[in-house]
Structure formats: C-alpha cells, structure tokens
C-alpha cells in the first residue's frame, strides 16, 4: 500500500482543467443503464432456464385447457347410456372407446378431470388459507397463544388425516363434491400454518412491519396485509405441492368407496370402476391412471422448478 | 435430552387422548344404526342394542368406554359376533406388521442408496435414470400402480402370484407397491441432502487428508446426509399405513387394513374405536421414536437440556 502510494505521489502530473467546476449531472448520467429487475421477473428468469418445469407448466395448462373445452368436443355427455356400443374400443367415433354402460370415455374423462381438478384446486386453496391465518395470528402474537396453538397443531398433525378423512365423509354423507372439500380442509390445514408460522416468525421482526406497527396498524391489518402477502412467495411451492397429494386422497376415498358418487365421474372414480375389468379392457383403466399420473408428476416437477427458483439460497 | 423427549411424548399421550375422543363424538354421529335391519324384529334390535350399551346416553357411553380403555379392554365387535377387537388386533397386526415393515425397510434401504448414487452422479446418466423411476413412484399411486402390476407380472408373465398371502413370493409385489412412494421421497430427500453436504468444507478437508472415496462417501458424507432423512421416516411410515387399505384389500391379504374401511361403513363402534386407536397410537409411538433418534443424532437437541437452555 505504502508503497504505491509514494508511487502515484511522485508521478502525478496536474491537468490544467483540474480545477474547473464539473457540468451539472445530466438526466441521461443518472439513469441505471439497465433495467432494474424486480424479484418475480428473476424468479421467472430462472424458472424459465428449467426445462422440466416449463414443460410441465405446458402439460398442466393444456390439461386444464382440455378439461375445460374437452366434453365440448364431440356430442355425446358424460351420463348417457348408449346398449348398442357397450366396452367400444377407441375408434373414430368413440375417442377414448366407451365403458360398460356405453358411456363416451373421451367426455367422461375431461369431465372427470373438471371434477378432480376443481376439489384439488379448492381442497388445496381453502385449507391453505385457513391455515396462513391460524399460522399468521400464532406467530404474530407470540405467548401463551402462539404456544396454544402449536401445541393444538402438534397434536393434530399426530392424528393420520385419513382415518379423519373417512370418519367425516361418512358424518357429512359422502358422495357430495362439497363434502370431500370440507372434509379435506378440515384435515388439511396444519401444515400451511406450521409453515406460515415459522415464516411469519422471522419476517415480523423486520422494518417494515415495526413502520406499519408505529403508524397506529391495527394486527388483524398488520398480519392479512403486510405478513401473509410476504409468505406467499414461499409458500407457492407447498400450496403447488399439496396438489398432487389431494388428487391422490380424491382417487383413494373414491377407490374405497367414499368419493364423488356415480354417474357423476372424477379420475378416481373411472379408475376405480374400470380397475375391476382391467384385465379385458385395459384402455379403460389406463386412460384415466395416464391422467392422474400425468397430473400428479407436472405438479410435483412444477413445484421442484418454483421452489429452486423462488429461493434465492439454492441459485447456482 | 430429557426434556425433549418428555415433551414429546406428553404431547403423543394428548394426541391419543384427543384421537379417541374425537373419533368416539364423530363415529357417534354418522347417520344409521348398526343393528337396523328389516330380518331381525323390533324387540330383538332393543335387546341387542342394551346388550351392548347402544341405549344409554352417548356421554355415559363415552365415559364407559374411556374407563375400559384405560384397563385395556377394547370391547365385542357388533358384527362379527363372538370376537373381541383385540382378538382381530392380534391376529390382523402381525400381517400388516410383517409386510409394512419389509416395504418399509427395503424401500428406505433402496430409496437411501439410490440417492446416494444421484448425488454421486449428479447430471449423469445414473442420476437421470434413477430420478426418473422417483419420479415414476410419486405419479403412479398405489391403486394405479398395484393393477398394473398384477396384470403384468402376474397374469401376462406369470412370475408371481396374482393374489394372496403366506408365502414369500406372495408378499412381494403388495411390497412393492406399497413401498414404491417411499422409495421416490427418499431417493429425492437423500439426493438433496447429500448434495448439500457434498460442497462442504469437512468434505474438503477429509479428501485433503488422504481418505479415498469410498472412505469419505461412507464415513462423512452418508453419517451426516442422514440426519434429515430420519425425520422422513414419520410421514413413510403413515403413508405405507394408509397405503395398506388399499393395497390389503386390493391383493387379499388378511391385514388389519381391510378391516378398517369396513368397520366404518358397518357402523362397528368398537372396532372403529379399538382400531382407530391401535392404528393412532402405533403412529404416535413411531412418530416418537423418530424425533428421539432425531434429538440422538442432531447435536444441537441432545445437547440442549445440558447448557442450561429451554
């Protein structure tokens, strides 16, 4: 250091503007060359580079797509007996052939796919959000509450969700799409308020919140507005996940008996039906499994891509 | 130490207790009566319903039930007459035992050593192939997974037995059906885990002691990846409990599993109750051992009481 500085000490050379006043800074110098890129367009940048993930986000909008246009495409519905083209396999006329009572499987799966879509989508949601406010109200509070209330999840979450899953549905009547989602949101919303707890911890203590706090915000504003909308982010990739496992309950309650009633379809319950004479008509139990399957896998793979790009920590 | 497992396991007796409570209150309200039926008369159904206590308030019947619990009395099942529920416990568990737990062992021995050989791989085509058949046991569920099996193994190849129970050749593909979802959260738990403690200084400095690979994979990375798989173990263990309601009644197997899902829509009181709890607090107790073997191997819990902290 000492070194260079008598360096620089004996080469320096003054310049006869050296002491002329500098032009004002032009609007052009303090602009940033580049423009500034907010977290969710980074995130989307690094989802973007994840193969697997884009084409899983593919698969899973078209799915929807055609789950949505799909009993649209040819004339037949999903309830209506045709005798005369019992267990058709696939042809021009029947898509996806027909099943024991002649029903068209290409509209029964889409609209099946609308039913498992629709209790996967609102048994994740409501749960999920039951669950950030319990979890938001506990780790906002702190104390004897918060201890409460962890202790109540603890010993709930010890409780298989299942044997609860099935004793409900039988208290509620099943058969009902209603029923499977109470059902399942009533077991379901421990793990979203562990989760937004343990980050409703950690981001309570930063600025922001003391500012909103200091201004006079009331909690219930403080916790809806300024804590949850910040877990969000993270929990994207939980609420992503917990999808595939409530397509998973909504075909297993249907396998035993328990799910959406007939005629109205769901992918657990064509396979549960077809699942009986797999052995002399295969496309009617593989169809919808590639369903559930297809479903299920996007999902999980959606949620690996989020979850790498939404934290920061595991960027390479 | 001591602490922490006290904790823990007041927390697993209130579990239990909150189980058999709610499971009593809410098996009390489903709609039906167990012994309503157009065959037997009037009379007799008020006699079978006193014989069992099904006339008294539910509060009493409650409070009855609770009082025999506690002295290990599970009560009669209503229908399969003559049998009490811990004779179906008894002859039911061990079945569902042997076979959950060799899924259970051999899918968390496989699934472990296939997230050691991704991690090893890591990008190559060891670690795409094995990723791809974890990718394969998280989208196909036991009910898709187990027919397909059957078809093919069983009816187009003729390797195993279709159906069945007793013999080894028997238990292997309700094994594996069962198991195939551990396997998947394993290898991907493993394979996560691993990585992470692969680019860690100790691993530096282990190589750069001169430890050959075998040495350091075992001895450093492996002992110290494990530790978070061992809390994957809980949620393994439920699931390939739940897995068996299926999977019993799919390969007719004479678990305890097939007698659930019945009980239920039977309206069996105490078997729904007698299970219900034998099933909760096998999963608590399993669920206790793991955080004790995970306060064992994490230094930061076994530590803890010691320093004087909460």
Request: hydrophobic share 50%.
């Amino acid at each position: 250091m000492s070194m260079e500085n008598a360096e620089t000490k004996e080469k320096r050379i003054f310049q006869p503007d050296d002491f002329e006043k500098l032009p004002p800074p032009s609007q052009t110098d303090a602009a940033i060359a580049r423009k500034q890129t907010t977290y969710w367009k980074d995130v989307w940048r690094t989802f973007r580079k994840n193969r697997t993930a884009v084409i899983s986000l593919i698969a899973i909008s078209l799915l929807i797509l055609m789950v949505l246009i799909g009993p649209m495409m040819n004339e037949f519905d999903y309830r209506t007996n045709d005798y005369s083209a019992l267990n058709q396999s696939p042809n021009w006329v029947h898509w996806f052939g027909t099943d024991n009572m002649g029903r068209d499987i290409w509209t029964r799966v889409w609209e099946g796919g609308r039913i498992s879509l629709l209790i996967a989508v609102l048994a994740t949601l409501i749960p999920e959000v039951i669950g950030m406010l319990i979890g938001g109200i506990s780790g906002y509070f702190g104390g004897w509450l918060d201890t409460l209330i962890m202790r109540f999840i603890d010993v709930l979450m010890g409780i298989p969700s299942l044997i609860y899953m099935i004793l409900l549905m039988l208290v509620f009547g099943s058969g009902s799409i209603m029923t499977l989602i109470v059902a399942m949101s009533l077991t379901g919303w421990m793990g979203s308020a562990r989760a937004t707890r343990g980050l409703v911890l950690q981001i309570k203590a930063r600025d922001f919140v003391t500012a909103s706090e200091t201004l006079g915000a009331p909690a219930w504003w403080i916790i809806v507005k300024r804590l949850i909308p910040n877990t969000l982010g993270i929990r994207v990739v939980g609420i992503t996940m917990s999808i595939p496992s409530v397509i998973f309950y909504e075909a297993f309650l249907s396998y035993i008996g328990l799910g959406v009633t007939p005629p109205t379809p769901s992918w657990g319950q064509l396979i549960k039906a077809a699942g009986e004479n797999f052995r002399y008509y295969p496309y009617q139990f593989i169809i919808p499994c590639m369903m559930v399957g297809i479903t299920m896998l996007c999902f999980n793979l959606e949620g690996d891509g989020l979850r790498d790009a939404l934290d920061p920590k595991l960027r390479g | 130490m001591g602490k922490y497992v006290l904790n823990k396991a007041l927390i697993a007796i209130a579990t239990i207790f909150v189980l058999a409570t709610a499971t009593f209150f809410l098996m009390k309200l489903i709609p039906g009566d167990p012994f309503a039926s157009l065959k037997t008369k009037a009379a007799v159904q008020e006699k079978q319903r006193e014989y069992y206590g099904l006339d008294q308030p539910v509060t009493a019947q409650y409070f009855r039930y609770m009082g025999n619990l506690l002295r290990g009395d599970l009560g009669w099942s209503l229908k399969k007459a003559g049998r009490s529920v811990v004779d179906i416990i008894r002859e039911g568990f061990p079945v569902s035992a042997r076979l959950g737990l060799t899924s259970l062992f051999f899918s968390v021995m496989i699934g472990l050593l296939f997230g050691i050989l991704c991690a090893q791989f890591r990008n190559r085509w060891p670690d795409y192939l094995l990723m791809l058949v974890a990718v394969l046991g998280i989208a196909l569920p036991s009910m898709v997974l187990g027919p397909l099996m059957r078809y093919f193994f069983g009816v187009q190849l003729k390797w195993l037995p279709v159906v069945g129970w007793g013999t080894l050749d028997k238990m292997i593909m309700p094994a594996i059906v069962l198991g195939l979802g551990t396997v998947a959260g394993e290898t991907r738990a493993m394979r996560a885990s691993m990585l992470g403690v692969m680019t860690q200084d100790y691993i530096t400095t282990a190589r750069a002691k001169g430890l050959n690979s075998a040495q350091v994979i075992l001895r450093h990375e492996v002992k110290n990846s494990l530790v978070p798989i061992v809390t994957g173990l809980g949620p393994g263990i439920a699931g390939i409990m739940m897995g068996s309601f299926v999977v019993e009644s799919m390969f007719l197997i004479p678990g305890l599993g097939r007698y659930f899902v019945d009980s239920i829509t039977n309206l069996d009181y105490p078997l729904i109750m007698g299970l219900t709890i034998f099933y909760g607090a096998f999963l608590v107790t399993m669920n206790l051992l793991v955080d004790v073997a995970y306060g064992l191997l994490d230094p930061r819990i076994r530590e803890s009481g010691r320093k004087g902290r909460k």
